[in-house]
């Protein structure tokens, strides 16, 4: 079965240093993974995706994620925080069992960015 | 840039009265989608929707919820006689194809039963 573990439920960092949030994926083949924000009262946007080509993966508002399959980990980092990254990140893998590509979220860290 | 759009933002139901979510996915996908996150708990998988019927479904999905494209645009989803646990965000999705894609959300939907 597929899973993502995030590793963290609140990250706080200072305005204009570095962001790692971390997550650890469980599956029984080549994962697509994905990152998401929530800020408060919206939707979920899409970061960045994985899907089997560069495991280096840039995403939107200077994101990136890098996928390492022998720690079966895809975290998250920003080398600059800015005030407007507070927000719920979420790390997700897609299942297939189904063959629709459901998503399956991890629990979701917390991003408080102080000035 | 197109978007998912869901109404209404906040819905309050009394329990056991039928409730509808609406949901009007990207117009070129394919793959509809709906999850839920009940306060405090991870977002989670409902049901997929191509073709006109159902693809998948999770254990919550039981035969109190049942969805719809009743038209070319919208996607709805339907609980029958809500109960007190039905409170939670619903989120819809969209994607172009199933798979590996992303999927577009909306914005949600915050359902409260009283």
């Known amino acids: 079965a597929q899973s993502v573990t995030q590793l963290d439920s609140h990250v706080s960092v200072s305005e204009g240093t570095p962001v790692l949030l971390r997550c650890n994926y469980s599956?029984?083949?080549?994962?697509?993974l994905f990152w998401y924000v929530q800020h408060p009262n919206k939707g979920l946007q899409l970061l960045l995706k994985?899907?089997?080509?560069?495991?280096l993966v840039k995403g939107i508002n200077g994101f990136e994620a890098e996928f390492k399959k022998s720690e079966t980990s895809f975290h998250l980092t920003k080398p600059s925080a800015h005030m407007s990254d507070a927000a719920e990140y979420f790390c997700?893998?897609?299942?297939?069992?189904?063959?629709?590509?459901?998503?399956?979220f991890g629990q979701g860290t917390t991003l408080q960015v102080k000035p | 840039e197109p978007e998912v759009t869901q109404t209404p933002s906040h819905q309050v139901t009394q329990m056991g009265q039928e409730v509808i979510l609406r949901c009007v996915p990207i117009?070129?996908?394919?793959?509809f989608y709906w999850y839920r996150q009940i306060l405090g708990q991870k977002v989670e998988f409902l049901v997929s929707?191509?073709?006109?019927?159902?693809?998948?479904k999770s254990e919550i999905f039981d035969d109190q919820f049942s969805v719809e494209r009743p038209d070319g645009s919208n996607f709805t989803l339907k609980i029958r006689s809500t109960k007190l646990e039905d409170s939670a965000m619903y989120f819809c999705?969209?994607?172009?194809?199933?798979?590996?894609?992303?999927?577009?959300f909306g914005d949600g939907t915050r359902l409260s039963i009283l």
């Open positions: 929707f191509y073709n006109n019927e159902i693809s998948e």
């Open positions: 117009s070129n996908h394919l793959y």
């Open positions: 999705a969209s994607s172009v194809t199933g798979g590996n894609q992303p999927q577009h």
């Open positions: 997700v893998v897609s299942d297939f069992s189904g063959n629709t590509g459901k998503l399956i």
């Open positions: 599956s029984s083949y080549s994962p697509s």
């Open positions: 994985y899907t089997s080509a560069a495991t």
